[in-house]
Each structure stands twice: as C-alpha cells, then as structure tokens.
C-alpha cells in the first residue's frame, strides 16, 4: 500500500500578540496514512490533534516540516481549495449544523465542490442522487434544509459532501462526538464501509477510544504536540508502551472495575504550558515512572519493529506486569454493544479489524 499522506518534522508554532514566545501547538512530529487506512490521532485536549489535521489541509501554514500528498510535497501557498487539491482532500467537522449552511437546500451543499470544480449542472444532480443513496439519504432529504434533519442525518450530509469528489483523504475532526450513541454507531458503520467501497485514506481525530479502537488500523497518541506513541491500533491497545498512553487508556471507563484498578497509571499533576514546555520528557512531572534522566533529556524514537514507534526513556522497564492486560477486548466488547443499534438499522457488520 502506498503512502496518501507522508508528514515528516512538522511543527507549527502560533504567535502570541505582542509577545515573543509563541504557542508550540505541534513539536517535530512524523506520520504517513496509505490508501484506504485509517490513521486515528488521539490524545487529551490541546494536545494538537486539530492543529495537525489544519496543517495537512493547508488552512494553516506549517512553521516546519515537509507534507507531501500523493507523493508531491505541498507547496506553501497551496491549500486544500489550490486548484492541484480541490476535491482530493476533505474535512468532516465535529459539528455538523454548524458546518452547514442553515440557507442551503440539502442537494446544493452536497454539490458545492462539484460546482467550485465547474461539473455541469446535470452530471451534478446525477452525482448528488448517487452519494445520497450511499450515505443513507433518501430524496426527499435532499429538498429539505440543515435544520430540518436530526444530527445523525446532518452528519450524514457533512459526509456526502466529503466524499462527492471522490477524495484520496479525509480529514475527519470529532466527527461523531455531538451525536448520539445510536447516530454515532451509524456513522461509525457508514464511514467503515465508505471506506471499503473507495479505498479513502481517513485522518480520524477523536477522544473516543472506543471508536478509534473499532474504527482505526493504526494509531498515534499526541501529547503537548508530540505523538509519544504509535503503532497498529492492536498494539496501541493490547500492548501499550508508553506510560501515557496506558494513562489515556486507564482513564477510561472500563466495565470491569477490577481491571481498571489492576492497570490505572495515574497521571497526576500539571500539565506544562505550551508556552514554556520543559526541558527533558514533556510527561516528567505526571510521569509515575520518571527519574532525572527523564527531566533532563528528552526520550529518543525507540522502534519496537511492525512500525511501533515510542518515545520514552524507560518503555522496557516502566510498564513490566501490563503487558498480559488486553485493553483490546474491554474496548471491543464496549463498542460491540454501542453498534449494536446502529448494525439493527443499516443492516451492515463492519469493523476494521475483523
Ligand atoms: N489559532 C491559534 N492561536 C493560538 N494557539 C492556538 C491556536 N489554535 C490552537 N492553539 C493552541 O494549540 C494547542 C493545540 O490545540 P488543538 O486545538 O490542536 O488541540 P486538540 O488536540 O485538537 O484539542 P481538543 O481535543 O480540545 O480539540 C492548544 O494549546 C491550543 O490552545
Ligand atoms: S521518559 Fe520518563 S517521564 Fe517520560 S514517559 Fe518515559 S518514564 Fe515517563
Ligand atoms: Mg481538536
């Protein structure tokens, strides 16, 4: 499988207004999503989950690093409404009334980037007619307007409009976080057979573990900026390494009591100011494991091999007795009963590691 999407040494820094120091939103990170895989970003707030997926559409200029799509590095001036990308990379937003056009009829915002991309009227309509039908819509939907559909519906047409062009990626940003569980298990189905029907590479941003776990193949944990942990979603789940990342899993609310007790790192203490982040490991002061080698110099990238990338001083020692603890069932069993509405009304069983 080729690479879609090769993101090496980006970093983005926002100014602050009549200050030198700057925001250090996004620290040195690299990744790459291939054809028809999906990459999820996960991570407490601010870790610079958005700031990534903004940087890779061109909405923002990266301060350094290299992007290159479909093999071609873009262009600093080029973004995702450049001529060379329009209709090849997507956005899903979190929101789905609010990135939709309250004035709009259902059938025009599906069309839109057919009509920036000057598609006759009548191959528009026909086009429209099909995506409809592939996400779910029936006809009538596409005379009504955004505030006459249910979130799930709304979302469904964020969708639509993503995927009309036949995109090579999709940046999808919370996508299912304003629904509700029966909607979210929908849309989750949706975007997985989406997925398989035309092979679009997914940047899938989320808090949800469950989701991410259900829907991704592989994944990168972002903490302050940078992604401490990467690997297959089977061993992000099954076999974390980074004191972090089993802090991120342990926060979750497992069904077994027992279970989340055995495996909890608590991650206790501050988080450091993007503004002034510190000098060694950026996790030293939560870090249960931390020793002064861990303030005072920050982890190289260990490969563990399969593409496991982790970045921290003591993955070999720090987390020894986690490794026979599976997240992954916990987290397969939850997100079996969270579909389970939604495989009833679409009639599909997907998941992507089946
Ligand atoms: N335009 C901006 N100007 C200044 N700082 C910004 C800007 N956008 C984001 N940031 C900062 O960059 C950091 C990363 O923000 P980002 O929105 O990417 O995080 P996130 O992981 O998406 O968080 P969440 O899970 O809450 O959506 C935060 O400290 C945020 O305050
Ligand atoms: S490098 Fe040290 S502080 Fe950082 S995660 Fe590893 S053990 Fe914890
Ligand atoms: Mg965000």
Same mark, same amino acid.
């Given at each position: 499988m080729s690479s879609v999407l090769d993101v090496s040494g980006l970093v983005k820094h926002f100014p602050i207004a009549?200050?030198?120091?700057?925001?250090?939103?996004?620290?040195d990170i690299s990744f790459h999503v291939k054809k028809g895989e999906t990459l999820s970003l996960v991570g407490e707030s601010g870790s610079g989950k958005t700031t990534v997926g903004r940087c890779v559409l061109g909405l923002i200029q990266q301060t350094a690093g290299v992007i290159d799509f479909q093999g071609e590095t873009i262009g600093k001036r080029r973004n995702v409404r450049s001529r060379d990308l329009r209709g090849k990379m997507a956005l899903v937003f979190q929101e789905p009334a609010e990135s939709l056009d309250p004035r709009v009829r259902v059938a025009d915002t599906i069309g839109e980037p057919l009509r920036s991309r000057g598609v006759s009227r009548e191959n528009r309509r026909r086009r429209i007619a099909e995506i409809a039908k592939r996400v779910g819509l029936?006809?009538?939907?596409?005379?009504?307007?955004? &505030?006459?559909?249910?979130a799930g519906q709304q979302q469904r047409v964020g969708i639509a409009r993503a995927i009309v062009t036949d995109p090579e990626l999709i940046v999808l940003d919370e996508p299912t976080s304003a629904l509700d569980p029966t909607a979210r298990a929908e849309i989750i189905d949706l975007l997985i057979r989406l997925q398989k029907e035309f092979d679009t590479a997914y940047l899938f941003i989320s808090h949800d573990l469950s989701t991410v776990r259900y829907l991704s193949h592989r994944v990168a944990v972002m903490y302050l900026g940078m992604i401490v942990e990467q690997g297959t979603a089977n061993e992000i789940f099954s076999n974390p390494r980074h004191p972090y990342s089993v802090g991120l899993l342990s926060s979750v609310l497992l069904p077994n009591p027992k279970l989340k007790r055995e495996v909890s790192v608590d991650l206790t203490g501050e988080i450091p100011s993007p503004i002034d982040l510190p000098k060694g490991c950026y996790l030293a002061g939560r870090?249960?494991? &931390?020793?002064d080698q861990c303030h005072k110099e920050m982890p190289p990238i260990e490969d563990l091999g399969n593409g496991h990338l982790v970045q921290c001083h003591h993955f070999r020692e720090a987390l020894k007795g986690h490794e026979a603890l599976d997240y992954f069932d916990e987290f397969q069993a939850q997100t079996e009963q969270l579909l389970e509405a939604g495989r009833r009304s679409t009639g599909t069983v997907a998941g992507q590691t089946k």
């Open positions: 009549g200050q030198r120091a700057v925001v250090q939103a996004v620290n029936s006809d009538a939907t596409l005379d009504q307007f955004p &505030a006459e559909l249910s870090c249960p494991f &931390a020793t």
